[in-house]
């Protein structure tokens, strides 16, 4: 096992067996990793289906099924990264080489997926976005091991995953709130109607997609890894050994379906926010950008406050306080959609979107400091921190919700009978599927993910014991 990696004086003064303590500009270059991917994730996330639907010219059932498509194809590839970043050193570093490694390609392909160049083509469709979903794969897999590999320190991997989170926000607030606004800088006619706006969608994704490569570079150059195995250690690894972990690995089955829950819930809500504040609230670019901002906002305030309210009331109870907001939140917004009143008064709206988001910010934001935990205790139980195998693993699960999150919209929107061609008006069942999309169905996969972590079984007290019992081992 190597410990240290070529710190500096101040920087392992604060290191005890790789227990460190980081400083703030490491932290925060490490969070940038996640602002710069949310600036593509969540820009896939919340626009890509409403860009091939109303835009690109797909059917929404068509786009489903590319979004089902592309995410088996991640099944099969996300071992295949995993193992491969677990047995490979890169001279830049086992894990942050792939940032600028994977970064570049992932930008180009993010950019190519907003481009109508080939308007209505499904091979253009199907060849840009499941190359942007593996080129994602080449960033995220090693980009989630290096949180693990920069501390064993409970604390610091809290701090670590608060400021990823609260970095993660300004992503999406700058993608939710940003998106519409920049699309209008681009919009000659100044008619504001998303529909239209061809050629910007790719001079938006193009600026989007620059800068988070300059902040993948970024998070590149703050980020030294101190807890990796020796190559020795890790050149017998291969994919089965992710089922095998998965099989042997309690927690992180736990975690896994967490995931799957968690992400559906959040691509199924993103997916819908566009079609909801057009068709549901006839909506103006402004009003949108302002509703899918509320779903980043509230990180600013209650991200920082993560470490407090753990040690207060623990990491089960806060999952639970949260998980209830959440669902409280689209209860509120499902009850003030069917009023006449809500689309007179758009606060009752935003209110309810701020109270799910609180919920949901929270709850999915700290479930990555628990990504650590399950893999010191596969190290624990077997001796190998296959960091890479164990995030491929989560991968495929977080896509897996994210392919219910393509698939579920597109079936929805195909079954109410949804017209693409419509700019302005849709039928009230039409109305009715996309209010399912944006409440209903996420609340119940909150029920779901709230009975799966219940199930979760590693307390602090029992993760620090296990680090601590690890060192003892690698110091004999």
Not at 179 to 185: A, C, Q
Not at 261 to 266: K, L
Not at 309 to 329: C, H
Not at 339 to 348: K, Q
């Amino acid at each position: 096992m190597k410990e240290t990696m070529s710190v500096g004086l101040d920087e392992s003064r604060n290191c005890s067996d790789g227990f460190c303590r980081l400083s703030w500009l490491q932290r925060i270059g490490f969070g940038s990793g996640d602002l710069a991917q949310n600036l593509i994730y969540q820009t896939i996330s919340m626009y890509l289906l409403f860009f091939y639907t109303n835009v690109y010219g797909l059917s929404p059932v068509v786009a489903a099924l590319m979004f089902l498509i592309v995410r088996v194809v991640d099944v099969i590839w996300d071992p295949v990264v995993g193992t491969f970043v677990d047995k490979h050193d890169p001279v830049w570093g086992k894990y942050r080489s792939y940032l600028i490694l994977g970064g570049v390609p992932l930008t180009g392909f993010a950019i190519l997926c907003f481009w109508n160049g080939f308007s209505g083509s499904l091979l253009y469709a199907y060849v840009t976005y499941i190359g942007l979903s593996m080129c994602y794969t080449l960033v995220n897999v090693p980009y989630g091991a290096l949180n693990a590999s920069l501390s064993r320190n409970t604390d610091e991997i809290t701090i670590l995953t608060s400021v990823r989170m609260f970095m993660a926000n300004i992503g999406g607030l700058a993608v939710g709130m940003g998106i519409p606004v920049v699309l209008h800088l681009f919009d000659p006619d100044e008619r504001g109607d998303l529909s239209t706006l061809d050629s910007a969608w790719f001079s938006t994704m193009t600026i989007y997609g620059l800068t988070g490569l300059a902040l993948l570079y970024f998070c590149f150059s703050q980020c030294r890894e101190r807890v990796v195995m020796d190559k020795s250690q890790t050149e017998n690894v291969k994919v089965s050994d992710l089922w095998m972990e998965f099989g042997r690995n309690k927690p992180l089955r736990v975690l896994a379906f967490f995931f799957v829950t968690t992400f559906a819930m959040m691509a199924i809500g993103n997916s819908a926010g566009a079609y909801y504040i057009n068709y549901n609230m006839h909506g103006s670019a402004s009003e949108l950008s302002i509703f899918m901002g509320l779903g980043s906002i509230p990180a600013f305030i209650f991200m920082p406050m993560i470490p407090a309210i753990k040690r207060r009331v623990g990491k089960k109870k806060m999952f639970y306080i949260f998980l209830t907001i959440a669902i409280a939140g689209m209860a509120m917004l499902y009850v003030v959609s069917m009023s006449e009143t809500a689309r007179h008064n758009m606060w009752l709206v935003y209110v309810a979107q701020f109270v799910k988001s609180t919920g949901v910010i929270v709850a999915t934001g700290y479930m990555w400091a628990l990504v650590p935990e399950v893999i010191s205790y596969g190290e624990y139980t077997h001796g190998r921190r296959i960091s890479g195998i164990v995030n491929a693993l989560t991968g495929i699960f977080y896509k897996a919700g994210m392919a219910l999150g393509g698939v579920v919209p597109g079936l929805v929107l195909q079954y109410v009978g949804f017209d693409g061609a419509d700019a302005t008006q849709q039928t009230p069942l039409v109305q009715q599927g996309i209010l399912w999309l944006v409440a209903v169905i996420p609340a119940a996969l909150l029920v779901v993910a709230m009975f799966i972590i219940s199930r979760y079984d590693l307390s602090d007290e029992k993760i620090d014991g296990i680090n601590r019992e690890i060192e003892k081992r690698n110091k004999q």
